[in-house]
């Protein structure tokens, strides 16, 4: 069942020069359907020059808004990217797919007394939907290290700074800039120093913290690094990817010559296919016209994850996926190659 929406879009209000927030009117009818848990994203469909495109995007808005809204970063080369920061207008209809993820904020769940959040260029979009929950609806101290290249280029920095007067003693912003020296900022890199220097001197007790990470690989390896390194639990510590070095990765190793037979289960329909061993689940899945969800397809997200009830595949990368997850049979088919004459896939039981 397709479970996309046509959503219109309200606004777009320019946040940087190459940076724009998409709100989305929500119709009292899908008010529930789309409620959301801070720090989930949405999917959105459209068609581009004859191409179906479908891109992800972290909702940046607060989990009571009447509204939903994305932050857009233009890419270099990204499609729907350019789309949304140079011709998408507002009463434009797109179609939308209900909130989804699981890097998450739950204030009835998470007990730290601080929430602590690293954040690099558009990674910043989930943490403000996250810190608009932790402030509003708890009595949670926020402590945010948001790393740009200049304030110029810094998403949401007027939103970011009204907060910071609103909610003066609880939360705590420290902006880092690679590109300019600014009075009101650290200059370089979020790096291990850069953790170092937060939990010295910003944080009073960082075991009683939970951490939430969200830009690019480098930076999330380098702060999860340091974090553990400094003594803080594994469990403690939350991340999601914005871009990743191997998104374009061609598979490498020597898999097994031969073909496997694929068994599928989408939406309590079950399919049968026959792929190349060397090819991904996931295309060979969507070559079938078998609507199996998917967004990304780059191992960032989770929404193409599959129970494997037979058989065997391996994965390419994973970012996402726990080690009990891995042990119960989970995988992201965007990444994952058969290495038996047989799977079986179920999309359902996830």
Do not use: W
């Not at 400094?230 to 990817?241: N, Q, R, S, T």
């Amino acid at each position: 069942m397709d479970k996309y929406k046509h959503l219109n879009v309200e606004h777009i209000e320019r946040l940087t020069p190459n940076a724009v927030k998409v709100t989305f009117e929500l119709p009292e009818a899908l008010k529930e359907e789309f409620a959301f848990t801070p720090g989930q994203y949405i999917t959105i469909k459209t068609r581009i020059n004859g191409e179906e495109i479908r891109r992800s995007y972290s909702i940046c808005s607060a989990a009571n808004a009447e509204q939903l809204s994305v932050g857009i970063k233009k890419i270099h080369d990204g499609l729907f990217s350019k789309y949304a920061n140079d011709e998408l207008k507002a009463g434009v209809q797109l179609e939308v797919h209900p909130p989804e993820g699981r890097f998450t904020f739950d204030a009835s769940k998470d007990e730290a007394e601080t929430v602590v959040a690293f954040a690099a260029g558009s990674g910043i979009t989930p943490i403000m939907s996250i810190m608009h929950s932790v402030l509003s609806e708890t009595d949670k101290n926020f402590i945010l290290v948001y790393g740009n290249k200049k304030l110029e280029e810094t998403m949401f920095h007027k939103e970011i700074a009204a907060m910071a007067k609103q909610y003066k003693d609880r939360f705590q912003v420290q902006f880092v800039y690679s590109r300019e020296q600014n009075e009101d900022a650290l200059f370089g890199r979020i790096e291990r120093s850069t953790v170092n220097y937060i939990l010295k001197n910003k944080v009073e007790k960082p075991q009683d913290c939970l951490f939430y990470l969200c830009g690019p690989e480098t930076m999330i390896n380098n702060v999860s690094d340091a974090l553990v390194s400094g003594g803080i639990a594994k469990d403690a510590v939350k991340f999601e990817l914005f871009t990743s070095g191997e998104d374009t990765a061609e598979v490498t190793g020597d898999l097994p010559e031969g073909k496997t037979k694929v068994t599928v289960v989408v939406d309590d329909e079950e399919y049968a296919l026959v792929m190349d061993k060397k090819e991904r689940v996931l295309d060979a899945v969507l070559k079938e016209d078998i609507d199996a969800p998917y967004s990304c397809q780059g191992g960032i997200c989770s929404s193409c994850i599959a129970r494997v009830t037979e058989g065997k595949a391996e994965m390419v990368k994973n970012q996402i996926l726990t080690d009990s997850e891995l042990e119960e049979g989970l995988i992201l088919t965007c990444q994952a190659h058969p290495t038996t004459s047989t799977l079986a896939l179920d999309y359902d039981d996830v």
